[in-house]
Every structure is written in structure tokens, then in C-alpha cells.
């Protein structure tokens, strides 16, 4: 018998039952390196669509293939052990019908081995996640501001102001009832976002949507500071790694230029010592 007992890994029920106790602690994750680095403090890493934006230089998610989410998919489910791997279902996949959200969703758990799937709506993708839930696909619901949907909402803007409340409220409900194991509320008013997370009985996701949901998220490239520019009011910036990297990267040319790298401690000299040629 080992010594040491496998670690298990977090599912979709174990999320689900975290409801209301320690707030979960999720991030974006796109590579095996950074996997790692979010498995060992997370619950849950999400394969975000948004890997188009931060890695591929793509303006929205639009462009995002399912290909993209399988290549990334997989690189980051290698380098988990403890966090689950949530992937998201790229635009296109799944709106046309739930067939063919299931014939999507399954080919992405099957080619990645992630054990659940991420997917964009509210009331009017009830049935579709119903569809999925009962044939045995887990889903991460996604309200509020849904960037798939940033042609008709006309921007990245908070969802749920001047009228709109009730809206997401219903939103909530419905993906709730439809069966999602937990939901992901993007740029949604602090006060809605804690009225929906007392309201419903799964775990709620925030991002941009204040303290009171059952758990945070954040694009783990925003958090860590690889962007200079890029700054949206609801994230925090817990390093500033583009800079370091610039830095770096102007110290490394500098050397190559003046000559001063490679050293003899980085080169390979023609004869072992205490041997002759």
C-alpha cells in the first residue's frame, strides 16, 4: 500500500456544496506552467474563452474556436491535480440548439478531461443546460455581463443598473432551476449580485459583482499585472509582472548588445578540465 493517499480532486458536486461556507478561489489558467501555480491555492481553474484576448491577441472572444478551448483545455487539466478544471464553451458551440451544445460539450470533456463545462446566458439558456445536466454534463452558468454577447450590448458594461435588476434576478433563477451547479455573475451591481446569492441555493461566482458572492474569480494575467494598459475597475492587481518582465527583457538585450552575455558561466569551454583534446 503507498504511503501517501492520491489527492482527490474537486468536482462539480463538491462546489455545489460549498455553498455558503469558505468563499472559493478561482482564477483563469490557459498554460500547464500556470496551472500549477493555481492548483496548489485554488478551488477551481477556468479555461477561459477569454484565452483569445490575453494570449492570442483577438479583440473579443468571438473568434475563439473550439480547437483553441481543446489545445488550452488540456495543457491546463495536465498541470492540475486538487482544482477543478472548468472550460468554457466557445461562441457559436452551443446557442443553436441543445444537440448541438451536447454533442460540443461532450467532445470538449471528452478531449480535455475537464469534468464540467462553462456556458454564457441566463432565462433563454435554461433549456439548454437542463438538456445537458440530465445527460450527464455538469454546467457553470454565466449572467450578467456576458462577453460573447458584447455586439448587442452594445459594451463591457454593468448589467443589472436602471431597470435591468429584476432581469438578472430571473436570469439567476432559472439556470438554478435548469440544473447549473453554480453561476458566474460578471459586472453585476454589488447589491443585486449579494440579493441573488441569499436568493439562490447554488454557489454564485463574482466578478465585478462585489464581496458578498460565494467565491471570486479574475483573469490570473489581470491579477499578476502582465498588462500595462489594461486596467478594469474590479480587478486587483497583486503584482506587477509586466513591468519586471520589460525590465528584464531591456536588461537581456542591453548584455547581448555590449557583449556581456553570454559569460563563461553560461558557455561551454572546448576541453574538459583534467583532460587533454
Not at 123 to 132: G, P, R, Y
Not at 144 to 166: A, F, H, I, M
Not at 203 to 220: E, K, N, R
Amino acid at each position: 500500500m503507498s504511503a501517501t493517499s492520491p489527492v482527490r480532486a474537486v468536482l462539480p458536486p463538491d462546489i455545489r456544496a460549498r455553498k455558503g461556507q469558505a468563499p472559493l478561489v478561482v482564477l483563469t489558467a490557459y498554460t500547464t506552467p500556470v496551472a500549477r501555480l493555481v492548483d496548489a491555492h485554488c478551488d477551481m481553474a477556468l479555461v477561459g474563452d477569454s484565452v483569445g484576448m490575453v494570449l492570442h491577441g483577438m479583440p473579443s472572444t468571438i473568434g475563439v474556436t473550439m480547437e483553441m478551448m481543446i489545445l488550452h483545455g488540456r495543457a491546463v487539466v495536465r498541470g492540475l491535480q486538487k482544482a477543478m478544471a472548468v472550460i468554457d464553451m466557445p461562441f457559436g458551440s452551443y446557442e443553436e440548439s441543445p444537440q448541438q451544445a451536447y454533442r460540443n460539450a461532450a467532445r470538449l470533456m471528452a478531449e480535455t478531461g475537464a469534468p464540467c463545462v462553462k456556458l454564457e446566458g441566463g432565462a433563454h439558456m435554461a433549456e439548454t443546460i437542463a438538456f445537458l445536466t440530465k445527460r450527464g454534463i455538469p454546467v457553470q452558468a454565466h449572467i450578467g455581463l456576458t462577453p460573447q454577447s458584447v455586439n448587442t450590448l452594445g459594451g463591457y458594461k454593468v448589467v443589472g443598473r436602471d431597470g435591468e435588476g429584476d432581469q438578472v434576478m430571473e436570469d439567476a433563477l432559472a439556470v438554478e432551476a435548469a440544473g447549473a451547479f453554480s453561476v458566474v455573475l460578471e459586472k453585476v451591481p454589488m447589491g443585486l449580485a449579494a440579493r441573488i446569492t441569499q436568493r439562490l441555493s447554488i454557489p454564485t461566482i463574482g466578478i465585478g459583482a462585489g464581496v458578498a458572492c460565494d467565491g471570486q474569480v479574475l483573469v490570473v494575467d489581470d491579477m499578476l499585472g502582465f498588462f500595462t494598459e489594461f486596467r478594469p475597475k474590479f480587478v486587483k492587481r497583486y503584482a506587477d509582472l509586466g513591468s519586471l518582465a520589460s525590465e528584464a527583457i531591456a536588461d537581456y538585450a542591453a548584455e547581448v548588445r555590449a557583449r556581456q552575455f553570454p559569460g563563461d558561466e553560461h558557455s561551454f569551454a572546448d576541453v574538459l578540465k583534467g583532460k587533454q583534446s
